[in-house]
């Protein structure tokens, strides 16, 4: 029996009739469900047959390929659904009373409110709430580890939750998300007394940063506004690295053009190079970020180029995924402490809203507690909490090794500080030595995490010395990019030539004579310091 989970359309007045995923293995999916939504296959799959190639040795069924001349949008344009789509989103202010009638289309280009604030996609809750937490749930988990168009992807398997207007071959990606959450078991159980504590790895993915969850969706929205004829010529940022290498490659795999400013001298070769690679236009300014992004919003004004920063709301649509994946791998059970590094501070608030959006539509009863971690070079986030919310200032940034978050001016601080106050959530920092410290004690036992992540452990830390942080509490830390990115700060550690810190963890190469005497003299002292202590 061929099988499709395409969703099409039925009453939506009744919940007692509530239409579910079709889905192979369960019979009471075989009902119409009412979204346009399609997530074919065309693998067949008889229960009967199953049965009986156990008893008569008969081969199983074959899989059907699609057509020849087929690539995997075709085959799931094929699939689709002609139903009218019911659910929709637009952009309105940021924290906007009930009463507020300002909005826009998201095929407008557009990024702040009349008043000049921040704007936020906001998603049509009463046409969501129409079907239950467990469709959500058993929906988005059917779509796991597929690879139908646009399915694939840890955002766009949330596409009705993401950009539920856009049409499927518009969207650019490159399977993006579904990025592992690891069991930090020894370093839990080591450094913290902890038993429950992960990390969700979201530098594992295209570009080696979490940035790519939400640049799918900015340039896939990008896409549909040429297409539309829309005047954009390209797309911009300004940027600490990731952002750029984000997007410089989801530009180049649509074959549209790319600007990025990269404050001079600010960022890693690693980063450098991926915009380098994927044929963007760089412009290497004398300034730091917070200059830089005033510059390309100036710029943006005033040329056909499409702003692709955080105060583009579509991008944190995308980041929001990481969250709700992190309730699909927990079998959709709420964590107590989820800890997210801080710069611009676009991505707490992903964070907070995929939560929100979970609890809202019933897939869970609460959201967790959530913890901003910043670097003390760049903690305006930090002082404003340590303030109780008094009163926010910018600061200028220093120099940290946590170079992605090296702002001292973040654009979304309105919508970091709603999340936190909105969670009963926290904000703590990290000196240069002690991320440093926490990065190479996470390297010692088997991770190979970025700077960003050692000031999310720094915070986990200091939060569980001072009890904040239960020994019970199960605990996730967001790492945000790849180590490989950073090789460059743990090699200077690990050689301790990092001036003014005492890089206690570090463990240089042992230089040695070549002579077999003295490599055993070195060996055996090794393993006699290493053996177990009866």
């Not at 008969?58 to 699609?66: A, F, G």
């Not at 989801?250 to 980063?271: D, E, H, R, T």
């Not at 940290?400 to 970091?416: K, Y």
Request: one cysteine or more; glycine letters at 6%; proline letters at 5%.
């Amino acid at each position: 029996m061929a099988y499709s989970c395409s969703l099409f359309h039925s009453s939506l007045a009744s919940k007692s009739n509530f239409p579910l995923l079709h889905h192979r293995n369960h019979p009471k999916f075989n009902r119409p469900a009412p979204i346009v939504i399609s997530c074919s296959s065309s693998s067949t799959f008889d229960p009967s047959s199953t049965t009986s190639s156990s008893n008569n040795n008969t081969p199983s069924p074959q899989k059907n390929r699609r057509l020849a001349e087929e690539n995997i949008r075709d085959e799931a344009r094929r699939h689709r659904s002609t139903a009218k789509n019911t659910l929709s989103a637009k952009y309105v202010p940021f924290n906007a009373g009930p009463d507020c009638t300002e909005s826009y289309s998201l095929d407008e280009i557009v990024y702040r409110s009349r008043s000049g604030g921040l704007l936020d996609v906001q998603h049509d809750m009463e046409a969501l709430k129409k079907f239950d937490g467990a469709y959500w749930r058993e929906l988005f988990d059917s779509r796991v580890g597929k690879t139908t168009w646009p399915y694939g992807s840890g955002v766009w398997s949330k596409k009705e939750w993401v950009l539920p207007e856009i049409d499927p071959d518009d969207i650019v990606s490159a399977f993006e998300g579904n990025s592992n959450l690891f069991w930090a078991e020894r370093f839990g159980k080591q450094f913290l007394g902890m038993n429950d504590l992960w990390v969700k790895h979201c530098g594992i993915s295209h570009t080696g940063s979490f940035k790519d969850l939400g640049m799918t969706v900015l340039v896939s929205q990008v896409n549909r506004l040429r297409k539309l004829k829309r005047p954009v010529v390209g797309v911009g940022c300004a940027s600490t690295g990731d952002t750029s290498a984000a997007l410089s490659a989801y530009c180049a795999a649509a074959g549209i053009p790319s600007i990025v400013f990269l404050p001079a001298n600010k960022i890693s070769i690693a980063q450098l190079v991926q915009p380098i690679a994927n044929g963007a236009f760089v412009l290497s300014i004398d300034t730091d970020f917070d200059g830089c992004m005033k510059l390309i919003r100036e710029v943006t004004a005033e040329l056909p180029i499409y702003l692709a920063n955080s105060l583009n709301s579509l991008r944190l649509e995308g980041q929001k995924t990481a969250a709700i994946e992190i309730l699909q791998q927990f079998d959709w059970e709420v964590p107590d402490w989820v800890i997210v590094p801080g710069g611009n501070l676009g991505n707490i608030y992903a964070f907070y809203k995929g939560f929100k959006m979970c609890q809202e539509l019933g897939l869970v009863d609460r959201i967790p507690r959530l913890v901003c971690a910043q670097a003390a070079n760049a903690n305006p986030l930090y002082l404003y909490f340590k303030s109780e919310w008094n009163e926010f200032k910018a600061v200028k940034a220093n120099t940290t090794f946590a170079s992605a978050i090296q702002i001292g001016d973040p654009v979304s601080i309105d919508r970091a500080v709603y999340a936190l106050k909105n969670s009963n959530g926290i904000v703590e920092e990290a000196t240069e030595e002690e991320l440093m410290d926490a990065m190479a004690q996470a390297d010692s036992t088997g991770m190979f995490i970025c700077p960003h992540t050692g000031v999310a452990l720094t915070a986990l830390m200091k939060l569980r010395k001072s009890g904040v942080i239960g020994a019970g509490d199960r605990t996730v830390v967001v790492s945000t990019a790849h180590g490989l990115k950073f090789t460059q700060s743990k090699v200077d550690y690990h050689s301790k030539e990092i001036p003014d810190m005492a890089c206690q963890f570090a463990n240089p190469p042992m230089q040695v004579k070549a002579d077999f005497g003295s490599v055993m003299d070195v060996l055996m002292k090794y393993l006699g310091d290493k053996a177990p202590k009866h």
